[in-house]
């Protein structure tokens, strides 16, 4: 369990009332109606605020002002319920709230050797063995003992012996739910028992109380097999971590370690908190938190994450961010916090819910009690072919009425949807996705257009120069010395562009620049050895006095000044980039070199003097590998339309999207129109997913039904601000998730319409005499039960498809 105490203004606005928030584990809390009983009594607690309750988790996240209640009356409250808390010494309630005796996620049970799995084998062996005296051995099958004046036979005393070590349990749940006012499975189990017992249907008791016992079991296991994968996730942070202090590594819990702190990492080791290498290389891997498949080498100044293996080398690591603070622990955080949100089709099952089971309990009692009211000779119909008599003993119809209790329980639909939603947020945490809540995954799944921002999405967002073409006599490495010594001052990505170029070819004596100068909108200049020179875009050459309007035949396309894109269209220093010019030959520069550049989608920059061109520079943001392969496979699983929306200008938009393979680009777009776009996407297609970074795209990804940021991992705006988060930067990502997020949804309609449909079948064949209480326990309860976990569970084994970035 944890704590945190929470502010809130007192009544009266006369100071600050202290609210504290207690972090409770009620393991056996498995189910939506188990979670209504605690709810209802907590309600009941004068000074309870809020309550939160997780049965996927097995947790309830309890406020409440210290000075109305205490801990100890929250305790008590969630086993007035019914329910055991768990993680705390049981003698000191108060103790166990006050103090954080719980933990995130109920731990691990021992199903099969729980002391109710004790009492479920005792149970069904007694039956067994009053099956067998009542059946096969009924000459031994005597009297032994009488009550109310109806004699007791050997198979009716073991029978009564499995009510009472099996059925108490279930009877005592039921009471719970009575006294919460909870009509639920509990109850109607519990009822259905003692009536039975009661007018000496000790068969029919016994069977029941052993069968429903059983089911709860299997329930259990599922539930606990559903838990496995969020404690997975919980257990990748390491518990302790060696800290350099004083020259000397010391061993400490890592929720203990500050930030600031150095820690020592050794091969093998899992890295403990989020910070920055500052001693040592290693290949380190990422796949906990990002998803990433292959290692990631890591040299001093680079972030590493907690969770992450370190694989080869030593390291050494400040510490940037406490153990609560960490990325893992807010993936963690976050993925819980989505398990608690309700999808569309939760809340409509809730409701549902909630007319059929006292519809279908009010349809057994009419059942029991009328039939034998108004039967008064044997009737004979035919059903679907076959002969079926009605009887109107008072027998027949009690065992019919009592099937139909069993069958009331709505507890498969109802937890059709909240498994379902578990197994996959679950899994795409675990292979880098991070989606925020239930709803979200419901929508991905109902996604019919994709809108993929450029700019670090489909390609790296890294300028990177492809080429230099020197002029005239000039080699490259003047044309990238002078380019560089320019450049210098500036901090633009074009400009960290050329200067990592010409590190890259040994160019290092550089020019001294003086007298720089930001021409807006054109480029920059500044005095080389007492000669002025420019670098910039074409059309700052031809202001300059070079006739080259022969080499641009088509239109300029440049950006002008004060407009905005994407961070690779434009540069704050004034050298807009330009990718719609067309040299076609000529001059300084062989053939149509230039015009070859720029349908390829690369900005060239010319560098020069106001008489003699040095040469120009193509410089590129680079498309992602994995780019066209994940467009290809997301039109392939049935995408209808794959859109990339960007700032860019007409030329490097279409060569990115002839690249790519996307069915539409709209280039040249400013935020509020990317929300334009994006609003008539949905308009002709339907429901859009958005892609962006997170930050630049915030209120194109805000107006989309879902919101996929980029590149989250260590990113605090996307994380906050998005629906859907990618913690790696892999785009190979997106056709995983909505993979996952489709079959999610075909799962969770499978889950509900099978579910009600074999209760609607079972409910059709009690009257008729086909279905037994047996048969409504295993199939309609235990089977369906089982069988929708097991259906969401298949949702674990969808894996990303392995599209390698360089």
Not at 84 to 91: F, L, N, R, Y
Not at 274 to 286: K, L, N
Not at 482 to 504: N, V, Y
Not at 786 to 801: E, F, Q, Y
């Amino acid at each position: 369990m944890t704590e945190n105490p929470d502010a809130a203004e007192g009544a009266g606005g006369d100071g600050q009332r202290k609210e504290r928030t207690v972090r409770l584990t009620v393991p056996e809390m498995d189910c939506p109606s188990c979670a209504q009983k605690v709810d209802k009594s907590l309600q009941r607690v004068d000074g309870v605020v809020d309550a939160t309750l997780q049965p996927t988790t097995g947790t309830a996240t309890v406020t409440y002002d210290p000075e109305r209640t205490s801990g100890t009356d929250v305790v008590k409250a969630i086993e007035a319920a019914g329910y055991e808390v768990s993680g705390g010494p049981d003698s000191d309630a108060d103790e166990q709230a006050e103090t954080g005796g719980g933990a995130d996620i109920a731990p691990p049970s021992e199903v099969w050797t729980s002391p109710r799995a004790k009492k479920t084998w005792l149970g069904s062996a007694l039956v067994t063995f009053g099956l067998l005296f009542k059946f096969l051995l009924t000459a031994q099958n005597v009297a032994v003992a009488s009550a109310l004046g109806y004699p007791l036979s050997v198979a009716d005393a073991l029978f009564l012996g499995a009510v009472a070590v099996s059925g108490v349990p279930v009877v005592r749940s039921g009471y719970y739910s009575a006294k919460n006012l909870s009509l639920d499975i509990d109850l109607l189990m519990g009822t259905a028992i003692i009536a039975a017992t009661g007018i000496g249907y000790f068969v029919e008791a016994a069977t029941l109380a052993v069968l429903f016992s059983i089911a709860e079991l299997l329930e259990d296991y599922a539930m606990d097999r559903a838990r496995d994968s969020l404690r997975e996730l919980m257990e990748l942070s390491p518990d302790e971590a060696t800290v350099v202090r004083d020259g000397e590594e010391v061993t400490v819990p890592a929720d203990e370690v500050e930030v600031g702190e150095t820690v020592a990492v050794r091969p093998g080791d899992k890295i403990p908190l989020d910070g920055t290498v500052v001693e040592g290389e290693s290949a380190v891997d990422q796949s906990p938190i990002t998803g990433e498949s292959v290692p990631v080498d890591k040299v001093a100044g680079d972030d590493v994450y907690a969770g992450a293996i370190n694989e080869e080398g030593y390291l050494e690591v400040t510490v940037t961010s406490t153990a609560g603070d960490s990325t893992l622990s807010r993936i963690i955080e976050m993925v819980q916090g989505a398990q608690a949100k309700k999808t569309d089709t939760e809340q409509f099952v809730d409701r549902f819910s909630g007319y059929y089971t006292p519809a279908v309990v009010v349809l057994a009692i009419l059942t029991a009690a009328i039939p034998p009211l108004v039967i008064a000779d044997p009737v004979s119909v035919a059903v679907a072919g076959y002969g079926v008599t009605f009887v109107g003993d008072w027998q027949t119809w009690f065992i019919r009425g009592l099937t139909l209790l069993v069958i009331a329980c709505p507890c498969a639909f109802v937890i059709s949807t909240p498994v379902s939603v578990v197994s996959g947020i679950t899994s795409a945490a675990k292979n880098g996705v991070l989606i925020k809540g239930g709803n979200y995954l419901e929508a991905m799944g109902e996604v019919d257009a994709v809108a993929v921002d450029k700019t670090g999405t489909l390609t790296k967002g890294e300028l990177a120069v492809t080429d230099v073409v020197p002029a005239g006599d000039t080699d490259a490495a003047t044309l990238l010395s002078h380019a560089a010594g320019l450049e210098r001052r500036s901090e633009h990505p074009i400009a960290t562009a050329i200067l990592t170029r010409a590190t890259e070819d040994g160019v290092e004596d550089l020019p001294a620049v003086t007298g720089f100068e930001t021409l807006t909108g054109k480029g920059i200049r500044g005095e080389i050895d007492g000669e002025i020179y420019y670098a910039g875009k074409p059309a700052l050459f031809e202001e300059v006095g070079f006739d080259l309007s022969r080499t641009r035949r088509e239109a300029d396309g440049v950006l002008r000044s004060g407009a905005t894109g994407d961070s690779s269209d434009h540069r704050s220093d004034g050298g807009i980039v330009s990718e719609e010019t067309h040299a076609s030959g000529g001059g300084a520069f062989a053939g149509n070199t230039l015009a070859a550049l720029e349908r390829e989608g690369k900005t060239v920059i010319i560098v020069g003097t106001d008489s003699e061109l040095l040469g120009a520079i193509a410089i590129a943001d680079e498309v992602r590998p994995a780019s066209k392969q994940a467009v290809e496979r997301l039109q392939a699983l049935g995408i209808e339309r794959v859109v990339m929306l960007t700032g860019d200008n007409e030329g490097t938009a279409r060569a990115i999207a002839d690249t790519v393979g996307v069915d539409e680009y709209r280039a040249e777009l400013l935020p509020d129109e990317k929300v334009d776009a994006v609003e008539e996407l949905q308009a002709e297609y339907g429901t859009v997913a958005m892609v962006g970074d997170g930050i630049n795209d915030a209120p194109a990804l805000a107006t989309a039904e879902v919101g996929i940021a980029m590149g989250a991992a260590g990113t605090d705006t996307a994380l906050e601000t998005a629906d859907i988060a990618l913690m790696g930067d892999d785009i190979g990502k997106l056709p995983y998730l909505y993979e996952l997020s489709h079959t999610a949804t075909d799962v969770i309609r499978q889950n509900i319409w099978v579910s009600l449909g074999m209760k609607l079948l079972l409910a059709l064949g009690v009257p008729l005499g086909l279905v037994s209480v047996a048969l409504a326990v295993v199939v309609g309860d235990m089977g369906m039960s089982l069988g929708v976990t097991g259906n969401a569970m298949r949702l674990s084994r969808i894996k990303p498809d392995r599209f390698f970035d360089a």
